[in-house]
Nanobody
Framework: QVQLAESGGGSVQAGDSMRLSCAAS??????????IAWFRQAPGRDREEVAR???????RYSESVTGRFTATQDSAKTSLSLQMNRLLPEDTAMYYC????????????????????WGQGTQVTVSS
């Protein structure tokens, strides 16, 4: 059973950096079919996937965060991180990590779906 717990949120100024962590119990025991996605949801807005990372460390990012956010994981697959640089007020949201199943769209692209576990979320607030 996979259990996830985010930490590291808080309040910062625009332009600052912040690192979120996702403690992943049980994820190391899953097969290479699994992946972790980072989501965010601001009040009144739809949930948005901002990054995903598979067990090999391959990553994909949404257009809104490409070049500013970096998803990583430790070799034991027990701790994942989302490094967020050059934060903007529009990055303000509750951030979640979720464990799901990896699917390939084509030879180069893949996505994470059928989520089996979610963390409780951590709030990120960026003021201008």
């Amino acid at each position: 059973q996979v259990q996830l717990a985010e930490s590291g949120g808080g309040s910062v100024q625009a332009g600052d950096s912040m690192r979120l962590s996702c403690a992943a119990s049980g994820y190391s025991s899953t097969s290479n079919r699994y992946c972790i996605a980072w989501f965010r949801q601001a009040p009144g807005r739809d949930r948005e996937e901002v990054a995903r990372i598979d067990r090999a460390g391959r990553t994909r990012y949404s257009e809104s965060v490409t070049g500013r956010f970096t998803a990583t994981q430790d070799s034991a697959k027990t701790s994942l991180s989302l490094q967020m640089n050059r934060l903007l007020p529009e990055d303000t949201a509750m951030y979640y990590c979720a464990a799901g199943v990896k699917y390939w769209r084509d030879d180069d692209d893949w996505y994470c779906s059928e989520y089996i576990a979610w963390g409780q979320g951590t709030q990120v607030t960026v003021s201008s």
